[in-house]
């Protein structure tokens, strides 16, 4: 592993550099429009987390600000816990730190399992209405059979009392 002159390893001094320097992290949080500060730790945190997870693998120069920048516009676009879902669904999967393209795979997938979670739920909810309906539709029924025995044993004890 290459190591620079403060004896840490290259990849983690990138991410220092990015991270503590706080004019290029108010710089970069500029240049991600909407994304706000929340949003952008817990992205650095993933950034963090990512160079942990593959330290044996170093980041060149620039690598890290490229990533907030992708990784910005993903959760514009959809949110940060699905850019989130996605980079540790790569880290379970990869040993090999992750291209854009992995992050979009993995993007598309996280994606892809919330909307069939949705209808899963969307279908159990309708299913509960159904049965729901189903109930108050039988319960009806049976007040209705209720109330015909009734006047039919009213009636009967009415033709009862006329024939005596």
């Known amino acids: 592993m290459e190591r620079i002159g403060n004896g840490k390893p290259a990849t983690e001094a990138a991410l220092d550099r990015l991270l503590s320097n706080e004019s290029q992290t108010t710089a970069l949080a500029s240049r991600t429009r909407s994304v706000g500060p929340v949003e952008?730790?817990?992205?650095?945190?993933?950034?963090?987390?990512?160079?942990?997870?593959?330290?044996?693998?170093t980041l060149v120069d620039g690598q890290a600000e490229l990533?907030?920048?992708?990784?910005?516009?993903?959760?514009l676009r959809h949110s940060v816990a699905v850019l989130r879902d996605a980079l540790w669904m790569h880290?379970?999967?990869?040993?090999?730190?992750?291209?854009?393209?992995?992050?979009?795979?993995?993007v598309a997938i996280v994606l892809e399992r919330r909307k069939v979670e949705r209808e899963s739920?969307?279908?159990?909810?309708?299913?509960r209405e159904m049965a729901s309906a189903k109930r108050v539709w039988e319960r009806e029924r049976e007040e209705e059979r209720q109330k015909k025995l009734r006047e039919s044993a009213e009636m009967v004890q009415v033709s009862t009392e006329v024939s005596q």
Do not use: G, H
């Open 121 to 127: 739920s969307d279908a159990k909810d309708f299913l």
């Open 91 to 106: 880290m379970e999967r990869s040993r090999f730190m992750p291209t854009m393209a992995d992050v979009n795979e993995c």
């Open 67 to 75: 990533w907030m920048r992708q990784w910005s516009a993903i959760a």
């Open 40 to 57: 952008l730790a817990e992205m650095e945190t993933l950034a963090s987390q990512m160079v942990a997870n593959y330290s044996s693998q």
